[in-house]
Protein backbone atom coordinates (compact mmCIF):
# COMPACT_ATOMS: atom_id res chain seq x y z
CA UNK A 1 0.00 0.00 0.00
CA UNK A 2 1.12 3.14 -0.88
CA UNK A 3 0.24 6.69 1.04
CA UNK A 4 -0.41 10.13 -0.35
CA UNK A 5 3.07 11.03 0.08
CA UNK A 6 3.32 8.98 -3.19
CA UNK A 7 1.11 10.64 -5.12
CA UNK A 8 2.40 11.79 -8.39
CA UNK A 9 0.79 13.30 -11.63
CA UNK A 10 0.37 10.41 -14.54
CA UNK A 11 -0.06 7.35 -11.44
CA UNK A 12 -3.25 5.25 -11.74
CA UNK A 13 -5.11 4.71 -8.07
CA UNK A 14 -8.22 2.93 -7.38
CA UNK A 15 -11.00 5.29 -5.93
CA UNK A 16 -14.56 4.60 -4.90
CA UNK A 17 -13.99 1.19 -6.89
CA UNK A 18 -12.70 2.91 -10.33
CA UNK A 19 -9.69 3.32 -11.78
CA UNK A 20 -8.65 7.18 -11.80
CA UNK A 21 -5.43 8.66 -13.56
CA UNK A 22 -3.95 11.14 -10.92
CA UNK A 23 -3.89 14.89 -13.26
CA UNK A 24 -2.61 17.09 -10.33
CA UNK A 25 -1.50 17.49 -7.07
CA UNK A 26 -1.40 19.74 -4.65
CA UNK A 27 -0.25 19.53 -0.86
CA UNK A 28 -1.57 21.92 0.80
CA UNK A 29 -0.89 23.56 4.70
CA UNK A 30 -3.51 25.99 5.61
CA UNK A 31 -2.10 27.83 8.97
CA UNK A 32 -2.80 25.82 12.21
CA UNK A 33 -4.81 22.96 10.13
CA UNK A 34 -3.89 19.54 8.89
CA UNK A 35 -1.93 19.25 5.82
CA UNK A 36 -3.65 17.53 2.91
CA UNK A 37 -3.49 16.75 -0.40
CA UNK A 38 -5.68 18.75 -3.29
CA UNK A 39 -5.79 15.69 -6.31
CA UNK A 40 -7.59 16.22 -9.26
CA UNK A 41 -8.41 13.17 -11.34
CA UNK A 42 -9.82 11.64 -14.16
CA UNK A 43 -11.78 8.78 -14.30
CA UNK A 44 -11.06 5.95 -16.57
CA UNK A 45 -14.48 4.44 -17.00
CA UNK A 46 -16.45 7.33 -18.06
CA UNK A 47 -13.93 10.27 -18.04
CA UNK A 48 -15.53 12.23 -15.86
CA UNK A 49 -13.22 14.84 -14.06
CA UNK A 50 -12.84 14.99 -10.05
CA UNK A 51 -11.55 16.46 -7.75
CA UNK A 52 -10.89 15.11 -4.16
CA UNK A 53 -9.15 15.90 -0.85
CA UNK A 54 -7.01 13.70 1.30
CA UNK A 55 -5.42 13.60 4.83
CA UNK A 56 -1.34 13.66 4.67
CA UNK A 57 -0.26 10.10 5.26
CA UNK A 58 -3.68 8.86 4.31
CA UNK A 59 -3.42 5.34 2.55
CA UNK A 60 -4.11 4.73 -1.30
CA UNK A 61 -3.77 2.00 -3.65
CA UNK A 62 -1.94 2.48 -6.94
CA UNK A 63 -2.99 0.18 -9.44
CA UNK A 64 0.08 -0.59 -12.93
CA UNK A 65 -1.25 -0.69 -16.00
CA UNK A 66 0.00 -2.72 -19.17
CA UNK A 67 0.54 -2.09 -22.57
CA UNK A 68 0.68 -4.31 -25.21
CA UNK A 69 0.85 -3.22 -29.33
CA UNK A 70 -2.12 -4.75 -31.56
CA UNK A 71 -2.33 -4.78 -35.05
CA UNK A 72 -6.57 -3.51 -36.45
CA UNK A 73 -7.74 -6.30 -38.47
CA UNK A 74 -11.32 -5.41 -39.03
CA UNK A 75 -14.71 -4.56 -37.61
CA UNK A 76 -17.64 -5.89 -37.51
CA UNK A 77 -21.25 -4.93 -36.59
CA UNK A 78 -19.96 -4.00 -32.74
CA UNK A 79 -17.06 -4.78 -32.22
CA UNK A 80 -13.02 -4.20 -33.37
CA UNK A 81 -10.79 -7.00 -34.00
CA UNK A 82 -7.18 -6.89 -33.28
CA UNK A 83 -4.03 -9.65 -32.93
CA UNK A 84 -1.06 -9.75 -31.30
CA UNK A 85 2.43 -9.53 -33.16
CA UNK A 86 4.16 -11.68 -30.76
CA UNK A 87 1.68 -14.52 -30.17
CA UNK A 88 -1.19 -14.01 -33.12
CA UNK A 89 -3.60 -14.00 -29.95
CA UNK A 90 -6.95 -12.05 -31.32
CA UNK A 91 -8.77 -9.72 -29.39
CA UNK A 92 -12.02 -8.29 -29.74
CA UNK A 93 -13.48 -4.77 -28.15
CA UNK A 94 -16.48 -3.48 -28.13
CA UNK A 95 -17.51 0.45 -29.19
CA UNK A 96 -17.21 1.55 -26.14
CA UNK A 97 -13.98 0.58 -24.77
CA UNK A 98 -12.71 1.68 -28.56
CA UNK A 99 -14.82 5.21 -28.29
CA UNK A 100 -14.89 7.89 -31.22
CA UNK A 101 -11.25 7.46 -32.34
CA UNK A 102 -12.26 3.78 -34.28
CA UNK A 103 -13.42 5.83 -37.20
CA UNK A 104 -9.99 6.17 -38.07
CA UNK A 105 -8.63 2.74 -37.67
CA UNK A 106 -6.93 1.09 -40.84
CA UNK A 107 -6.60 -2.34 -41.23
CA UNK A 108 -3.08 -3.66 -40.38
CA UNK A 109 -2.77 -0.06 -38.13
CA UNK A 110 -0.72 -0.38 -35.09
CA UNK A 111 -2.46 0.48 -31.98
CA UNK A 112 -1.29 -0.08 -27.97
CA UNK A 113 -4.24 -1.32 -25.76
CA UNK A 114 -4.06 -0.64 -22.28
CA UNK A 115 -5.03 -3.51 -20.04
CA UNK A 116 -5.71 -3.96 -16.27
CA UNK A 117 -5.72 -7.17 -15.24
CA UNK A 118 -6.02 -9.14 -18.24
CA UNK A 119 -9.10 -6.74 -18.55
CA UNK A 120 -8.69 -3.92 -21.85
CA UNK A 121 -9.36 -0.47 -20.76
CA UNK A 122 -8.70 1.83 -23.58
CA UNK A 123 -7.43 1.74 -26.91
CA UNK A 124 -4.72 4.51 -27.49
CA UNK A 125 -3.88 5.86 -31.11
CA UNK A 126 -1.17 8.25 -32.20
CA UNK A 127 -3.05 11.37 -32.56
CA UNK A 128 -2.71 12.06 -35.96
CA UNK A 129 -3.46 9.46 -39.02
CA UNK A 130 -2.57 9.93 -42.69
CA UNK A 131 -5.84 8.62 -44.75
CA UNK A 132 -6.62 8.78 -48.85
CA UNK A 133 -9.56 10.38 -50.04
CA UNK A 134 -12.17 8.67 -51.70
CA UNK A 135 -14.99 10.77 -52.51
CA UNK A 136 -14.59 14.94 -53.22
CA UNK A 137 -16.97 17.07 -54.30
CA UNK A 138 -15.62 19.41 -57.38
CA UNK A 139 -14.52 22.47 -55.71
CA UNK A 140 -16.70 25.97 -56.86
CA UNK A 141 -14.37 28.25 -58.98
CA UNK A 142 -13.62 31.23 -57.31
CA UNK A 143 -14.07 30.34 -53.59
CA UNK A 144 -10.39 30.16 -53.35
CA UNK A 145 -9.33 33.15 -51.51
CA UNK A 146 -11.35 32.25 -48.24
CA UNK A 147 -10.77 29.80 -45.87
CA UNK A 148 -13.63 28.13 -47.52
CA UNK A 149 -13.85 24.20 -47.02
CA UNK A 150 -15.73 20.80 -47.98
CA UNK A 151 -16.47 17.45 -46.48
CA UNK A 152 -15.00 14.65 -48.03
CA UNK A 153 -15.36 10.92 -47.50
CA UNK A 154 -11.84 9.09 -46.00
CA UNK A 155 -10.91 5.54 -46.75
CA UNK A 156 -12.50 4.65 -43.43
CA UNK A 157 -15.92 6.01 -44.07
CA UNK A 158 -15.50 8.74 -41.73
CA UNK A 159 -16.46 12.19 -43.28
CA UNK A 160 -13.97 15.37 -42.55
CA UNK A 161 -14.30 18.94 -43.49
CA UNK A 162 -10.76 19.90 -45.61
CA UNK A 163 -9.68 23.27 -47.88
CA UNK A 164 -11.23 23.06 -51.46
CA UNK A 165 -8.01 22.41 -53.15
CA UNK A 166 -8.37 18.46 -51.96
CA UNK A 167 -9.28 15.85 -54.66
CA UNK A 168 -9.62 12.46 -54.77
CA UNK A 169 -7.18 9.88 -54.17
CA UNK A 170 -4.83 12.31 -52.37
CA UNK A 171 -3.38 11.85 -48.97
CA UNK A 172 -4.52 14.37 -45.80
CA UNK A 173 -3.32 14.39 -42.37
CA UNK A 174 -5.96 14.36 -39.65
CA UNK A 175 -5.96 14.92 -35.68
CA UNK A 176 -7.93 12.34 -34.57
CA UNK A 177 -9.25 13.82 -31.26
CA UNK A 178 -10.55 17.41 -33.14
CA UNK A 179 -11.43 15.65 -36.44
CA UNK A 180 -9.53 18.52 -38.51
CA UNK A 181 -7.29 18.78 -41.49
CA UNK A 182 -3.72 19.39 -40.91
CA UNK A 183 -2.16 19.29 -44.33
CA UNK A 184 -1.95 17.30 -47.56
CA UNK A 185 0.67 14.60 -47.46
CA UNK A 186 2.44 13.17 -50.67
CA UNK A 187 2.98 9.74 -50.86
Do not use: C, W
Request: without cysteine; hydrophobic residues 35%; aromatic residues 8%.
Amino acid sequence: MATTSDLKNGIIIKFNNDLHQVLQVEHRTPGNLRAFYQVKMRNLKNGKMIENRFRSGEEITVERLEQKVYHFLYKDNTEYHFMENETYEQIQLSEDIVGDQGEFLKPSQEVQIVFHNGNPLSVVMPPHVTMQVVSSPPAVKGNTSTNATKVVTLESGVEVNVPLFIDEGEFVKIDIRTREYIERVKQ
